[in-house]
């Protein structure tokens, strides 16, 4: 990676830091960037990154193992099978909206000797084909995953319609994240992340605002 494109990367992680008040923790979503671009960023500073694909997860993970303190989190679509690959390695999974899948998240973490951090993923704008659970279903669901041993539920997650406003729905995550007693709030991205801190996020998923845009993604 050139010096130019270096420090691009660490200017656009300062501006975006600028705007990040204390309390809330800013995930740089490192999908589809190489390992060079994540040690650009942790050398200016950033220790929490947010990857979707467990393959492409995995390998930057061996890459900058010699890294310490690197925090990953896990925001992409998460597949039963595939949990035995994060248990252990990250630090908050962002994506659970069924009780399989905090089942199998459990078991795998209980194996390790850990304690799995969970956020529920909440559909809010009811979108066909989208995933997350129904706001009306987060309770129950809340309620049977903190019945499992080696699983903490930290909080709620969700992505707005891209087409609409996303305030309203920020606003309604935090309600019902109020309304089960929990802490976290997993919500806001480069184009929203600003209203979504102002709504109460506890963390903010920022890609293309500090690594630029993204390389299309190699076929699996």
Same mark, same amino acid.
């Given at each position: ?72 989190? #896990? =925001? ?13 390695? =990250?630090?908050? =999974? ?74 309203? #729905? #920020? ?50």
């Amino acid at each position: 990676m050139s010096g130019g494109a270096d420090r691009g990367i660490a200017a656009r992680l300062a501006r975006v830091r600028a705007g990040v008040p204390a309390g809330v923790t800013l995930v740089a979503v490192s999908k589809n960037q190489p390992p060079e671009a994540i040690r650009e960023a942790y050398a200016a500073g950033q220790r929490d990154f947010g990857e979707n694909y467990v393959q492409e997860w995995r390998a930057k993970a061996d890459a900058l193992a010699d890294l310490p303190a690197l925090a990953w989190h #896990f =925001v992409g679509g998460l597949q039963t099978n595939k949990v035995k690959y994060l248990a252990g390695r =990250v630090a908050l =999974v962002h994506t659970v909206d069924r009780l399989e899948l905090g089942q199998e998240i459990a078991r795998r973490w209980a194996r390790a000797g850990g304690t799995a951090r969970i956020l529920v993923e909440v559909n809010v704008g009811r979108e066909a084909g989208k995933a997350g659970c129904m706001p009306e279903a987060a309770p129950g669901l809340v309620e049977a995953l903190r019945s499992l041993p080696a699983l903490e539920v930290a909080g709620l997650t969700c992505i707005p319609p891209a087409e609409l406003d996303p305030r309203p #729905f #920020f606003a309604g995550l935090r309600a019902l994240r109020d309304r089960l007693g929990l802490r976290q709030l997993s919500m806001g991205m480069s184009a929203d992340y600003r209203i979504a801190i102002e709504e109460g996020a506890t963390l903010v998923r920022v890609g293309t605002a500090v690594f630029g845009e993204r390389a299309p993604r190699a076929p699996a």
